[in-house]
């Protein structure tokens, strides 16, 4: 293939979705009297994780949803997050609740995302919601995959019959992604730190999802010409110049020759993530005035 690839623009589509967002909540507060609510509760004082809660704030504000979060303290216990998912569960005029990861060690992240009312859980991470998307059911799903599926869907890349092979088994991208891909009748190969001839494997995608953290670990000659290939890396690198910059799981300027369509690292994945967010926010929203 001769070329280079098209580039799948989730800064763009984000913000067509932001307008949409602000549309239909400029249809919806008078008939709700409020507008919608996310409360982020982050803990302690990460810094990667400062920066991207001060961005869904800032994504929020834009299309109308109002933040309610809380910033507490590293030494915050279980008991008492506990106690503030169950405020945030019975307050009405919260749509979404959605916890920061990660969380200081001395936390437990699956029992606190259990406690999350399941039609609040904006991050499609309840045990509840994981089952309706094994189910194929209505739900609110993981942000990062459903941002993914509508990316493809945006390009008119349809996953039926084609072989998607995503490299990363997290609970938060590569596990959810699979059953996304699955529901859309592709046929999935999930790789991780385990797999053997991971080169040969990636070869044979015709929908290449790089999701380990590793930076520049998909290289030109992993990929099938003319596949579709999408960054899911957000990994922080120093240069010579000391200069830090954000890159990607996938060497952008030689799989750009060979792949058909790439998504960007920064502005592929990452702002459709966020706009998912707002998305589930305004489903979880409207549900309340439309069961």
């Not at 509760?41 to 109308?64: T, W």
């Not at 290289?219 to 890396?233: S, Y």
Request: net charge negative.
């Amino acid at each position: 293939m001769t070329g280079r690839a098209g580039i799948l623009d989730g800064k763009a589509l984000a913000a067509q979705l932001h307008i949409e967002l602000t549309q239909q909540i400029e249809t919806l507060q008078p008939q709700m009297g409020r507008p919608p609510a996310l409360a982020v509760l982050m803990v302690g004082d990460n810094p990667a994780s400062l920066s991207y809660v001060r961005g869904k704030e800032r994504a929020c504000e834009k299309v109308g949803i109002a933040s309610v979060g809380k910033h507490l303290p590293a030494e915050t216990t279980q008991l008492e997050l506990e106690k503030l998912i169950h405020d945030f569960n019975q307050d009405e005029t919260v749509d979404g609740i959605l916890i920061q990861l990660p969380l200081p060690n001395h936390l437990d992240a699956v029992a606190l995302l259990s406690q999350i009312d399941s039609d609040k859980d904006v991050d499609g991470l309840h045990p509840l919601n994981l089952g309706r998307l094994v189910r194929a059911e209505v739900g609110l799903r993981s942000c990062t995959p459903a941002g993914i599926m509508r990316l493809l869907a945006a390009y008119e890349i349809d996953p039926t019959g084609k072989h998607a092979v995503i490299i990363g088994r997290s609970t938060l991208v590569g596990k959810p992604l699979a059953l996304m891909m699955l529901n859309a009748n592709a046929t999935v190969t999930v790789a991780h730190s385990r797999t053997q001839n991971l080169e040969a494997i990636a070869r044979g995608a015709d929908i290449l999802i790089a999701a380990a953290g590793h930076p520049n670990l998909v290289t030109a000659d992993m990929v099938m010409p003319g596949a579709t290939v999408i960054d899911v890396g957000t990994n922080r690198i120093v240069d010579e110049t000391g200069k830090a910059r954000l890159v990607g799981d996938v060497d952008f300027d030689n799989v750009q020759k060979v792949a058909k369509w790439l998504s960007p690292v920064p502005g592929g994945v990452g702002p459709m993530t966020v706009a998912m967010l707002l998305y589930n926010t305004v489903w979880s929203y409207r549900r309340k005035l439309h069961p």
